[in-house]
């Protein structure tokens, strides 16, 4: 009989804290969740919620805030509030065309060593005006190879399929100290009903490069346009063949489709031919890996924008591959040329430096792109929380999504008629398939400053942004 009471009285409590803690959420929340078929039991791994007063003692609420959970792209709140205050928000990446030889008479008789330092946002215009400045110099030809010295990252084989077997989309593109252009094109796709055909401009279009495009118009709604679509590259010799097939509906008009189709040295080496033969200049040799030599002189270089200018442009675009980028510059106080290892111990330096224990945290790229990564919603909260204390602060809240206003959160809130979260919330979002969460800050409407969690793993994460737009809400509203 006293083994039936105790095992009564267990089944008792176990109901009453299940249902302590179904209650404990606001309602509305609860419902949203229950919609989307997520559970709501704290002895569910399913999600985790934190709300917390800025500077406050304990939170407002709590749901399985210390359960390891698979973040997504909340990952970068970590990388990018490390990157801010260990290198300083005036921080740039410098890349840099050297050579032993000097030009004579506009030749460069000798190699042209072009040295990345991992400048996560190297873009197409920027690589121009650094090709302009030899060009400005009066070199207009160069009789020596051209020199990729790609050294400072050090990563092994990197295979862009392994994540989701989706090896030519950008997002995959993985990290490089010679990364330009996101290492991807721009293909703009305009349909022609006359012609019943459908023009494929590539943009940039490397050297080495060749579209085939045999794209035929369709008739069908839009929807999800991409997926009647389909990339394939082939390599003949050192050129590059791409070939664009499929149907393209005349009702989805102009749309821009992003592919990351060479390899990285075929693709610096490719944009380096055709920029340089549209500013007037010739190569003879050809396109290698190596080093700088010593003893090399800088015949110009190129900076990033500010380190505060690039995390803006990660957090509120969510953009993985600089997001990776920055991570592998954080280990480079660690050991050069870099590894991925490198920037995790980097991290968890600066974690100790902060005094912020992290014990169920595991990294794998910074980024969030990863099946790996894990950190609970209350080591995101103690983040959140650090980073409102901290100097850089201004740039830190300044890079995350502001509600119906810019990033991925532009359309969330638009039209509530600034009458709740819209304007008011700055807030990270993450989502790969089975995981969705928010994380960030929500000014009330009693001006307090709150931060927020929520993390959803789950099949059906998906479907449970109702939820969180649920919760930014009742935060909004000063609910206790």
Not at 181 to 209: C, G, T
Request: proline content about 6%; some cysteine.
């Amino acid at each position: 009989m006293r083994l039936v009471t105790l095992l009564l009285l267990f089944c008792l409590h176990a109901t009453i804290a299940l249902a302590q803690g179904d209650e404990k959420l606001p309602p509305t929340v609860s419902r949203a969740l229950k919609a989307a078929g997520i559970p709501t039991a704290p002895t569910s791994s399913a999600m985790a919620i934190l709300v917390q007063e800025v500077g406050a003692a304990s939170p407002r609420l709590a749901v399985n805030a210390g359960v390891a959970l698979n973040p997504a792209s909340l990952m970068k709140l970590l990388t990018t509030l490390a990157a801010l205050e260990t290198l300083g928000p005036a921080y740039t990446w410098k890349t840099e065309l050297l050579s032993l030889a000097a030009p004579v008479d506009g030749v460069l008789a000798g190699d042209l060593i072009l040295r990345g330092s991992g400048d996560p946002k190297l873009t197409q215009e920027q690589f121009w005006l650094l090709l302009k400045q030899l060009r400005l110099r009066g070199i207009r030809e160069i009789r020596g190879n051209l020199i990729l010295d790609h050294s400072l990252f050090d990563l092994g084989d990197y295979d862009p399929a392994r994540f989701d077997d989706q090896p030519l989309r950008p997002y995959n593109v993985g990290p490089d100290a010679l990364l330009l252009n996101f290492k991807a094109i721009r293909v703009s796709l305009i349909p022609d009903a006359e012609k019943r055909s459908v023009l494929a401009l590539p943009d940039p279009l490397p050297a080495n490069l060749d579209v085939v495009n045999l794209i035929k118009l369709g008739n069908n709604g839009c929807g999800d346009w991409k997926e009647g679509l389909r990339a394939d590259v082939s390599r003949h010799g050192e050129r590059y063949r791409l070939a664009l097939t499929g149907s393209y509906s005349a009702s989805c008009g102009e749309k821009n489709w992003n592919l990351s189709v060479l390899p990285h040295s075929a693709f610096v080496a490719g944009l380096f031919r055709q920029t340089w033969q549209d500013l007037g200049g010739s190569l003879i040799g050809e396109a290698r890996d190596g080093k700088t030599p010593p003893g090399a002189k800088t015949l110009a270089a190129i900076e990033s924008p500010s380190l505060a200018e690039v995390v803006r442009d990660i957090n509120k675009y969510s953009n993985n591959v600089m997001a990776r980028q920055l991570y592998l510059t954080l280990g480079l106080s660690q050991r050069q040329p870099t590894r991925p290892e490198d920037a995790d111990r980097a991290i968890r330096a600066w974690l100790g430096s902060r005094d912020l224990r992290l014990p169920e945290l595991v990294l794998e790229n910074g980024s969030g792109l990863s099946r790996r990564e894990r950190i609970s919603a209350e080591g995101l909260m103690r983040v959140l929380q650090t980073g409102w204390k901290s100097p850089v602060m201004p740039e830190y809240i300044a890079s995350l999504p502001l509600s119906a206003a810019d990033g991925t959160m532009k359309k969330r809130f638009a039209n509530d008629g600034g009458n709740g979260v819209g304007g008011r919330a700055h807030i990270k979002t993450g989502t790969l398939e089975g995981v969705k969460g928010i994380a960030g800050y929500v000014l009330d409407r009693n001006g307090k400053m709150n931060a927020v969690v929520f993390l959803v793993n789950h099949a059906n994460a998906g479907a449970s942004q109702a939820a969180q737009d649920a919760l930014l809400q009742w935060v909004y509203e000063g609910a206790k």
